[in-house]
């Protein structure tokens, strides 16, 4: 499996279609540094409490499109490296040439760790490099609480680290985002199971997390809206609980898929 | 006899569209239907008693003009791009996919390739209308159904606070019909070009960008604010987005991307995908 | 049917796929092309067809110059690359569907093409159940429904039992006896020799006669 994983990761991050999600992301960012926080250099300490970048970078703010266009089409962005493997490799005779090489079970593991990694890495590298590009023009001050310039509050998800140590809060935030887009973009591969069209697998996650949207909007619970909650800045309060639920129920998709596969007795598709 | 080959090739396509479609537009279907009910039951049970503008609204509306503050929250009305990025799914990944699953048996069995291109994009329109045809008539169903008339009661939706009391049927038909299918026809077409050239996946990451700008942006430019009936002038008073303007923007650009296509395709090889 | 590769170049991404091809091509004769893997048979078939633009030079037939006078050859039928149908139908509604572009034919033309190359018009699977065999035959059947001019088969024999390929032999030397043009490319020479007329041997996209294994 280790050679397969090799082979796989070397795939998923050895791919013309790499760049171009990255571009997106580190696209989107510098935009946004460019539209938003070189402005802001003069006005530093013009307002009740100095501006802070913890505030003002990507993640920090939902009042830019810049934002908003980040955390709608990154779902789509992070599987078009790696989402349609499975199908190609289903359709050529590569999947088939590597099954009965190493088996079913690693196979379709090692399918969804790297499309995991991949969806992870798409998703928080862009937010790294803008954190690090507004850091490099705002300062980082500690924010505070209780002035009512910052949506995070007692009730937010680590509200307390964020006015305590903001800096390990957006680190820690940053590997909610990559956990749940990593989780996401296996649904990529689950798709490969029950759809034959490459363009449905690769758009999979993205009616997933719309869908996820659709039905908080619908029944007024906002913390459902992965758009909302997995922002930095919290545009939607959620829980932990509400969180992990979404997290096991798109991974149970990645098993369940998993599982029907490696149980098949006619093989691929 | 150009004719001829012409409209049977558009009948080609539209029965090519539904066979390689029918999921999508089951889908499609459902969508309408949950648009339905979610809008009737919230109209029930904060106006009781429904009307079909009222209810169009509750989709067609959109979002007011965003005003771009450090306190600001910008979000996208739901259903409205719901409504707008299923049909650019719908609709954007045909001709991309009939040209190169098919391995170019339709497009060899055409005269030339602007025929081919010029039907997939009345192919195209002709899903759009009926995507919107689609959804009215689940719409008045519904309203039937809960027994709502077609005007609001006091000629006021009351919901969104917009007097169309005094409106024609035809300025109403314009501002609730026409102008959004007009949007969506010029987005089409140009997404159906796009996806020729850089793919129907990017194509459809652009129209989603475009359409997430307009509603960002309340500039003329960016003609999803025409589909959006909070924007138009005559519920906003904003000048710059007139219902005339709206539909020369749209033709403008259904008609350059058309040509700028029709010149780049030309010009095209192809190949197997990739 | 007079058809003239006049000095035919296409380049890709810098690479020549096709260098300076000059052949003349007659109604009534089979035009067989052997060479090894990736040395242009395929992309000049494809330049016939009108799939992709050349970059140098001219193709004419009777002539009318394509991409001046006509894209696409008239009374054309191609089999290029493995056939992909829409897997939801069977074999003869996928025909059905893309013969309603010309309509030329009528449905019993198209069950005739499918009894020709040995598959049952009345089967209900659909293409997706089908082995590459029976899609290859259902390519064929595509290419020779509508009574082509100009016939253009690529690797027509792969998945074929011997069966098949006999009676693809059988259609190919048919269409040849009804006065099509047809241009054959094969990996099997002795199969290319006994079906040609002619045999064009493609090395890195350049073209010369071959008889007996000499040029």
């Not at chain 1, 937010?156 to 590997?175: E, I, N, R, T």
Request: net charge positive.
């Amino acid at each position: 499996m280790k050679h397969y994983l090799r082979m796989e990761l070397k795939r998923a991050f050895w791919n013309r279609r790499l760049l171009p999600a990255l571009i997106f992301g580190f696209g989107l960012s510098v935009w946004h540094c460019f539209a938003y926080i070189v402005p802001l250099r003069g006005w530093i300490f013009a307002g009740v409490y100095p501006l802070s970048a913890y505030n003002r970078w990507l993640g920090g703010e939902y009042y830019s499109l810049q934002s908003t266009l980040f955390y709608l089409l990154v779902p789509i962005v992070c599987a078009l490296p790696y989402g349609d493997s499975w199908l190609c490799d289903c359709a050529g005779s590569i999947g088939g040439q590597a099954v009965i090489r190493g088996g079913k079970r690693p196979f379709v593991q090692t399918k969804l760790l790297v499309s995991f990694l991949t969806g992870a890495l798409i998703a928080v590298l862009p937010l790294l490099f803008d954190f690090a590009l507004t850091s490099a023009m705002l300062p980082a001050i500690v924010p505070k609480a209780g002035l009512g310039l910052s949506p995070i509050s007692t009730k937010s998800l680590l509200g307390d680290l964020f006015y305590a140590k903001p800096f390990w809060y957006v680190l820690v935030y940053l590997g909610i985002n990559g956990l749940f887009f990593g989780s996401l973009n296996t649904l990529s591969i689950a798709a490969g199971l029950f759809t034959a069209n490459r363009y449905m697998a690769i758009l999979t996650p993205f009616f997933c997390y719309m869908a996820l949207h659709c039905a908080g909007t619908t029944i007024q619970r906002f913390e459902l809206c992965p758009s909302g909650f997995l922002r930095p800045c919290q545009q939607f309060i959620t829980t932990w609980v509400i969180l992990g639920a979404e997290v096991m129920g798109i991974w149970s998709f990645g098993v369940f898929a998993a599982f029907r596969y490696i149980r098949e007795e006619h093989g691929m598709r | 006899m150009k004719y001829r080959n012409m409209i049977r090739l558009i009948l080609y396509d539209i029965r090519y569209f539904f066979r390689q479609n029918r999921w999508k537009w089951l889908f499609a279907f459902m969508i309408h239907v949950f648009l339905c009910i979610r809008t009737f039951h919230s109209i029930l049970f904060y106006a009781g008693s429904s009307d079909l503008l009222s209810a169009l609204w509750q989709t067609m509306g959109g979002a007011r003009e965003y005003l771009l503050s450090s306190d600001s929250s910008f979000q996208l009305p739901a259903y409205w791009f719901l409504f707008h990025i299923y049909l650019f799914f719908l609709i954007g990944f045909y001709p991309a996919g009939e040209l190169y699953s098919g391995n170019g048996q339709a497009l060899v069995r055409t005269r030339t390739r602007a025929m081919w291109l010029i039907s997939k994009c009345i192919s195209v329109v002709v899903n759009i209308v009926l995507y919107y045809g689609c959804f009215l008539l689940t719409m008045l169903i519904g309203n039937l159904v809960c027994g709502g008339t077609v005007i609001p009661r006091g000629g006021i939706i009351g919901l969104a606070g917009i007097r169309v009391a005094g409106k024609s049927v035809t300025e109403l038909l314009t501002a609730f019909i026409f102008l959004p299918v007009c949007v969506s026809t010029a987005l089409g077409v140009m997404q159906v070009v796009l996806s020729l050239f850089v793919g129907p996946v990017l194509s459809f990451m652009l129209n989603i960008a475009y359409m997430t700008a307009s509603v960002f942006w309340m500039k003329p430019f960016f003609i999803g604010n025409y589909s959006m009936l909070y924007r138009q002038s005559w519920v906003s008073g904003n000048t710059n987005l007139s219902v005339t303007g709206g539909i020369l923007r749209c033709l403008v650009l259904a008609s350059l991307s058309f040509a700028v296509g029709m010149l780049l395709f030309q010009k095209k090889d192809i190949l197997p995908e990739s | 049917m007079i058809l003239k590769i006049e000095n035919v170049t296409k380049i890709i991404q810098g690479a020549t796929v096709l260098n300076q091809v000059s052949l003349c091509m007659e109604s009534g004769n089979i035009y067989g092309l052997f060479g090894r893997n990736g040395s242009g048979k395929t992309m000049l078939m494809r330049a016939v067809c009108g799939l992709i633009r050349i970059t140098e030079g001219k193709i004419t037939i009777d002539g009318a110059q394509q991409w001046k006078d006509f894209s696409y050859p008239d009374g054309l039928g191609m089999l290029i690359e493995t056939p992909v149908f829409l897997p939801d139908y069977t074999g003869y509604e996928n025909l059905r569907l893309l013969s309603c572009i010309k309509k030329e034919i009528k449905g019993e033309d198209i069950r005739k093409s499918l009894i020709r190359v040995g598959l049952e018009p009345n089967d209900k699977r659909n293409t997706r159940k089908y082995s590459l065999g029976m899609r290859q035959r259902l390519g064929i059947a595509c290419a020779i429904m509508e009574n082509p001019r100009l016939l253009v088969l690529d690797e027509p024999f792969n998945g074929l039992d011997a069966d098949g390929c006999e009676q693809v032999k059988h259609i190919i030397l048919e269409e040849k006896q009804k006065g099509a043009l047809i241009i054959l490319a094969c990996h099997n020479r002795e199969e290319l020799e006994n079906l040609s007329d002619t045999i064009y041997k493609v090395e890195q996209g350049r073209f010369s006669t071959f008889t007996d294994g000499q040029k």
